[in-house]
């Protein structure tokens, strides 16, 4: 049996809103060996068996010496699990909470509201938009120019260059979209005819990009991501990956976005199940699956398949990962045959440590009503789930919770 750490809780220092008043030890974990919290001035077990994300942003009075001490704090960028969420308040214990094996947490309030601040759980905004609205297109390119910020005008020479020799597939993703929208814009205020033809996925896709970027605004890793946006191939991984980072936020999985660090093995997310469970999460965003002009072939998807599991393969050392394969204007046929052939890959060569692969495609719908017709973007997931994996981990299908934090800890009335 695995012995337990200890950790000396300090005298309190971060200004943390909820105090936890035990009348003997605070909390108790059952489970898996986690770690034993001490008061750091007179040794008394505080806590037992916790992990050290399981309990963030609480102190705790001392009942042996009084001394108010200090649960871990958070980190930026630090993920969080379903939880039990205290309220700003003192809480008298006349017993331990006992805490099992499923994995659930306890934060304050205040944790859990700066980590939902930086995941941008409450700026979802509705990306559709009205098709015959010329100004309203020239919002989103503006908005989208703005993002690629002192990049844009090398971005335009670039592609002035590649159109005048005859290379107009190099011109990067970001500007393309601007410059399109521009250009449907003017044809919209000088068109008397009333018809034309259009692209309805870049215009689809034109305020995808601002509105994906501006829900992580707060993250830590913000800069970063946004700088990608001027690369020539990263713009659309780093879309496609946020969207997937939203999803998986919004079913209620905590979610960290690893930094990238040069040549040392790291995945793209890192998944949070419960305290026990942190799965690595790979995003590929093969080209031959971005706006591919003709349907996508058997031996297409088994390339694609076979190289992000080759590249995937050789940046995570885990016992158990998850492979997310991105596309951009994939037909329901096409990404159909994309699950289904990755089911032929599983049974061709079983990876062990390979939990499922997930297929994301970006697309498009166009909304007809009453009114003007409007336009939005449209992410499909499909789910090949790899049955040789042999890790911790599981899929179990039903319904998604659809609400992360439980709130059962209130402060006491005031009176």
Known sequence: MTEMQTRGLQPASQ?????FVPSERAIEAKGFPGEI?????????????VRYNQILGISFLCPSCGTVVDSPARLPGQPLTLSIVADAGTFFLGE???????GVAIYSRDTVQEYEREIGKASQRDASFALMDAQG?????????????????KLKAEAERAISSGNPQRVHWGYELVRYARSVARDLETNRTGSFDFDAMRLAHLPLVAQTLERWAQHPQYPALKATLAHDTEAQHTVALL?????????GFGIEIVPAKGFEKAPDLRVMA????????????PLVLRYPEHPITREVADSAIRKCLSKSSRQIASESYMLFIGSYGLSPRDHEMLENRAMHEFRRYHRRNLLAIAFVNIANVVLTGQGPPTIAPQTVLRLAENP?????AKIVRGEPRDKLFHEVVRSPPKE
């Open 15 to 19: 200004g943390f809103q909820t105090l």
């Open 37 to 49: 919290w001490i008061c750091s001035i007179c040794q008394f077990v505080i806590a037992s068996g």
């Open 96 to 102: 331990p909470i006992m805490l099992t094996d499923d």
């Open 137 to 153: 297109l020239r919002v989103h390119a503006y908005q989208l120019q703005r993002l690629l910020g002192d990049a844009y005008p």
């Open 243 to 251: 969207l997937t980072a939203a999803w998986l936020a919004d079913i």
């Open 274 to 285: 419960d305290v026990w469970t942190l799965l690595d999460t790979e995003l590929k965003t």
């Open 388 to 392: 040789f994996h042999q890790g911790r």
